[in-house]
């Protein structure tokens, strides 16, 4: 079954910040947003991309040069088409992973809308400040404790205003306030900053 094939794929990876509790927290919460609107979302096509719209960024299926949303969607049909996955909707698939990025403001089809959210709210709250802390001396975003705290301050303020809909900015709001009290708290117990 394609689900226990992807994910079993996804965790092969074992990334702290873009591995398979990433993929399992963005599905969740896309569904979520869906609920709190009433809608209904094709759940198939939410799940593989929630698997696989960071693909691009991870392992051998990175390339310098191309975005990992790019790389993502170049390589997704072939791995689906190697599953049971229904091939009419892998274009529903490549539609949700090009519009899950920072950059992205897709207005359709609702699935990309809402999983562009969970994606972003992912970068925020006690979550955003635990998957940053996570990419110390890995990622260029938190080359040392101290660098991670510039990037959580950064995505404190860039990552909310990128959310699209009500019901996102307003989880958006109180992961915000997680993450000032956070990063309050942490300047009060290392004097600003000067013994982290
Ligand atoms: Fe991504
Ligand atoms: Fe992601």
Redesign the pocket.
Known sequence: MWKEHLREFVDSFKHPA?GLS??VR?YEMALHLAQEQGAALDEDAVLAAAYL??IGALGAYRQPGIDHAQRSVQVVGDILAATDYPPEKIPLVKDIILG?TFQARPTSPLEAVLFHDA?IL?FIGYIGVTRLLSLVGKHDWAPDPAGALGTIRRFSQQMPPLLLTPQAQSIGQSRLAEMESYLGGLATETDNLRTL
Do not use: E, G, N
Request: proline residues 0%.
């Open positions: 873009w990433h993929s963005v719209h960071d899950h994606d992912d």
